[in-house]
């Protein structure tokens, strides 16, 4: 059980960090007890930004001494309620914004290493501008960073070919919740010293340690990128012709997108500046990238392929980006699905994954579970279909009160596409961690073994609980 810091606490930890590491004005904490959708909302005794790995072991060794709870946060973009604090003000935030530096950039080994306060974007600039690239991108990389994609083991849309971050990360540094810290940034290949804390930390979500730095690998900064926006009939097409480019043309694939027709209207209706690729509508859309090093052989590989599906049937209509301006044109239509959705109204936001030769079948299936209970209802599906991750997102059904819908019916609905999932052998959590939002649900819907795993490994790191209580383990 954890205790309300005390005034001595307090004063200690604003004479280790000075003013600008330390706070306790209402007006400076604020924006960062809110987490990015606006679902939950906490309070905090004070708000700690730590400048060094030494700072934080500092840190966390006097609220271990004194049983205070301390709650990581790295941009404050999660989407389960990951890095709020409780209501309680019981609680310390400790941002780690401050922990901005890129470390070192090993070119010919192809490694950087990042603290945790590094934004991804900018991540991106420092790499690129030596001639590599760190293949992990996502809609919020202008504020996410370093710390908080290790420590939700973040996805984005080049899983297809890189991985999630665990993939990615070739070594961590972190604060234990004794004060200690784990220096374990070296990127060795063998490494036969019983559990891989590394990847241990990777999606704890700062329940066992505090992430300070990773080892990255990067790869060769793309010579070309081809980007085609494709109709297609349904989902089963999709995976078909996923298949297909999948064996034609291999690691070259590089992102593989899927988006309903009502969900690019959505867009166009609220997006400004938004237009759409193909000149007809079709039910279903698929954003493809490939990257490779020879542009002329990359164009010819996908104008084949393509033309092949056409034949095949497999494809209604095709348009290849011209240059880098339309594929991030088309990117941002992609991108900009969720703040449409907002637009339109209140939802139900679900971010799991399923076996990917079961994906179509899910997105054809769930709605139709869901009207039989909940006449109405409307089930949009878009995402990652080359990893299996659905982002699946519930609307009320039309002419009623939306919030009032969800307040009354929105615990039961995710509970049926939580356990339709499951069902399916899939996760409840794709790529957005657990944080608060679906900790009750882990407990109801997943198995005993796993959660008896995620308790023990809790218990034996951080037996006092001072890390991040409240979040992931149930």
């Given at each position: ?238 995976l078909l012709l996923l298949r297909r480019l999948d064996t034609a043309l291999g690691r070259e694939l590089e992102g593989y997108e899927i988006i309903p027709q ?213």
């Amino acid at each position: 059980m954890t205790r309300r810091p005390s005034t001595t606490l307090l004063a200690r930890l604003a004479d280790l960090l000075g003013p600008k590491g330390f706070s306790v004005d209402a007006d400076v904490m604020a924006p960062w007890l809110t987490d990015w959708r606006g679902k939950y909302r906490g309070a905090a005794a004070a708000m700690l930004s730590p400048a060094t790995t030494e700072e934080v072991a500092a840190v966390v060794r006097l609220c271990a001494d004194a049983g205070a709870a301390l709650v990581p946060q790295g941009g404050n973009s999660g989407m389960v309620g990951g890095a709020t604090p409780d209501t309680s003000g019981d609680q310390l935030l400790i941002s780690l914004r401050r922990m901005n530096r890129v470390r070192d950039i090993d070119v010919d080994a192809r490694m950087a290493v990042a603290e945790a306060g590094v934004i991804l974007e900018n991540f991106h600039d420092a790499v690129l501008a030596r001639g590599l690239r760190f293949p992990l991108t996502l809609g919020g990389k202008g504020s996410a960073t370093i710390g908080g994609l290790v420590s939700t083991n973040a996805g984005g849309t080049q899983v297809l070919r890189h991985g999630t971050m665990r993939a990615l990360v070739a070594g961590i540094e972190a604060v234990l919740p004794d004060g200690s810290i784990f220096k374990g940034l070296a990127p060795l290949k063998k490494d036969n010293r019983g559990y891989d804390l590394r990847h241990l930390f990777c999606g704890a979500e700062g329940t066992l340690g505090i992430v300070t730095a990773a080892a990255l690998h990067l790869v060769p900064a793309a010579a070309a990128r081809r980007t085609a926006w494709i109709g297609v009939d349904s989902p089963e097409s999709a995976l078909l012709l996923l298949r297909r480019l999948d064996t034609a043309l291999g690691r070259e694939l590089e992102g593989y997108e899927i988006i309903p027709q009502i969900c690019l209207d959505a867009v166009l209706r609220h997006i400004p500046g938004t237009r759409a690729p193909l000149a007809g509508e079709h039910p279903w859309h698929v954003l493809l990238e490939l990257a490779g090093e020879n542009d002329a052989a990359l164009g010819e590989a996908l104008e084949a392929q393509l033309t092949a599906a056409i034949d095949a049937g497999l494809a209604r209509d095709v348009v290849v980006a011209k240059n880098n301006r339309e594929s991030e044109d088309f990117w941002r239509l992609r991108d900009s699905i969720s703040e449409a959705e907002r637009a339109e109204g209140p939802a139900l936001q679900h971010d799991i994954s399923v076996p990917v030769d079961l994906m179509p079948a899910f997105i054809a299936e769930n709605p139709r579970r869901l009207a039989t209970v909940y006449p109405g209802a409307r089930a949009l599906s878009f995402g990652h279909l080359g990893d299996g991750n659905v982002h699946h997102h519930v609307q009320p059904p039309p002419n009623v009160d939306g919030v009032a819908w969800l307040a009354e019916h929105g615990a039961a609905v995710s509970r049926l596409v939580y356990s339709h999932v499951i069902e399916l052998g899939g996760s409840i959590s794709a790529e957005h961690g657990i944080g608060q939002m679906k900790r009750d649900i882990l407990a109801e819907l997943d198995s005993t073994a796993r959660l008896a795993a995620l308790r023990g490994i809790k218990a034996g790191l951080d037996p006092s609980g001072i890390f991040n209580p409240g979040k992931l383990i149930p």
